[in-house]
């Protein structure tokens, strides 16, 4: 059984950082773009970045250039998403995802995680 599990999410503070971490198993990822999506309360789904097999290439929606940085360990099956100078807007649910080819349209993902909440307050 295939299974993605994102963790790391939580309260922080604007400015704040936090990393999340998604964890596969069940198959290995290792030619898969790996990807990150959000969804805030009564907002779509909104495309956060993704990273290539090789880790040759990162891609990310103009809101989180420069703030978020995306990393992928092939060996432990685990992709990560730094996030630096976190903003009340950033709340949401966190996805982690898997697809065949690098893309920002999250139905070409065959596989998702459970999500992860992040909270940006004071």
């Known amino acids: 059984q295939v299974q993605l599990v994102e963790s790391g999410g939580g309260l922080v503070q604007p400015g704040g950082s936090l990393r999340l971490s998604c964890a596969a198993s069940?198959?290995?990822?290792?030619?898969?773009?790996m990807g990150w999506f959000r969804q805030a309360p009564g907002k779509e789904r909104e495309f956060v970045g993704f990273?290539?097999?090789?880790?040759?290439?990162?891609y990310y929606a103009d809101s989180m250039k420069g703030r978020f940085t995306i990393s992928r360990d092939n060996a432990k099956n685990t992709w990560y998403l730094q996030m630096n100078s976190l903003k009340p807007e950033d709340t949401a649910v966190y996805y982690c995802?898997?697809?065949?080819?690098?893309?920002?349209?999250?139905?070409?993902?065959?596989?998702w995680g459970q999500g992860t909440q992040v909270t940006v307050s004071s």
């Open positions: 990273i290539n097999w090789s880790n040759t290439q990162t």
């Open positions: 069940g198959r290995t990822f290792s030619s898969y773009t």
């Open positions: 995802a898997a697809a065949r080819r690098p893309t920002e349209v999250w139905s070409e993902y065959a596989y």
